[in-house]
């Protein structure tokens, strides 16, 4: 099995920002975390980080017929990102949005999700346990 772990704009400074609400882990701490135990699984991951839009979409579409399923953070993009939206729509790649914070119990505009209807589950407040939580989920899936 094939996982693609997208994350949006920002996501390089998790450790640095707020580290109060998104951890102290980088996210190449946290991306080492989910390639072992994806390893432990006889499964792969290809992770992209970006901070612009287009190279989001593009990496979306360029994993049609080329991994199983997709775990992104979108960042701020969740909340009003139509492109990306209709990027995971169309490519009917079973996908899980995830956030390393509780976006339910934040700023009223980050509790709105552009994102979670075309995504199989959303996973949000668990920290980077989230990551490894939504590829347990698409590998459970991938077996049934």
Do not use: W
């Not at 994806?38 to 612009?52: I, K, P, R, T, V």
Request: glycine share 6%.
């Amino acid at each position: 099995m094939k996982l693609l772990v997208i994350n949006g704009p920002n996501l390089n400074l998790t450790g640095i920002r707020k580290p109060e609400i998104y951890g102290t882990d980088t996210l190449d701490t946290i991306m080492s975390e989910l390639q072992a135990y994806l390893s432990s699984c006889n499964a792969e991951l290809y992770a992209f980080q970006s901070n612009h839009e287009g190279e989001l979409i593009d990496i979306i579409q360029s994993a049609i017929g080329e991994v199983d399923g997709i775990i992104i953070n979108p960042g701020a993009y969740t909340h009003y990102s139509f492109a990306i939206r209709d990027a995971i729509e169309a490519c009917a790649i079973p996908t899980v949005e995830v956030h390393l914070s509780d976006i339910n119990n934040r700023e009223e505009f980050r509790r709105i999700s552009v994102i979670k209807d075309v995504c199989i589950a959303q996973i949000s407040g668990m920290g980077k346990q989230g990551y490894i939580e939504a590829a347990k989920l698409l590998l459970s899936r991938a077996m049934n």
